[in-house]
């Protein structure tokens, strides 16, 4: 049975960093972030998110479905609208700031990356 254990680790491991991965790819996208942001304070329909976000129903709607995808957002019927909240607020308010402590200590380093930084992410980086 050990063996069996210590053998079956490696895909453990991988699958829990492949999962990870696809976690953080879901915070990936600034707009994601702020919607995220905005819902950590409580519940909003889309029209809401467009007028403080300034951004499109589709982009919202669209960034929504993939918060949804993850488990991050749910979504309740109200009316004619949907009122949409973040689960697992304090654990997902927690990672950002780990984040953000994360990035004060590496300073201008992850901005400055050439392969993900702010350049890549405005010209399709790698």
Not at 33 to 59: C, F, K, N, P, Y
Not at 101 to 114: E, H, M, N, S
Request: contains cysteine; proline residues 3%; hydrophobic residues 45%.
């Amino acid at each position: 049975m050990k063996a069996m254990d210590t053998a079956s680790r490696p895909l453990d491991e991988t699958a829990g960093l492949t999962a990870a991965a696809c976690l953080f790819h879901g915070f990936s996208e600034p707009s994601r972030l702020s919607i995220v942001r905005h819902l950590a304070l409580g519940e909003h329909r889309v029209v809401d998110l467009t007028a403080h976000l300034g951004l499109a129903q589709s982009t919202v709607s669209q960034h929504l479905a993939c918060l949804k995808d993850c488990g991050l957002v749910s979504s309740r019927p109200e009316g004619r609208a949907s009122m949409w909240s973040l689960n697992h607020v304090d654990t997902v308010m927690a990672l950002l700031a780990s984040a953000e402590k994360l990035l004060a200590l590496t300073g201008d380093a992850v901005a400055l990356c050439p392969r993900y930084g702010v350049d890549a992410l405005h010209h399709g980086g790698t």
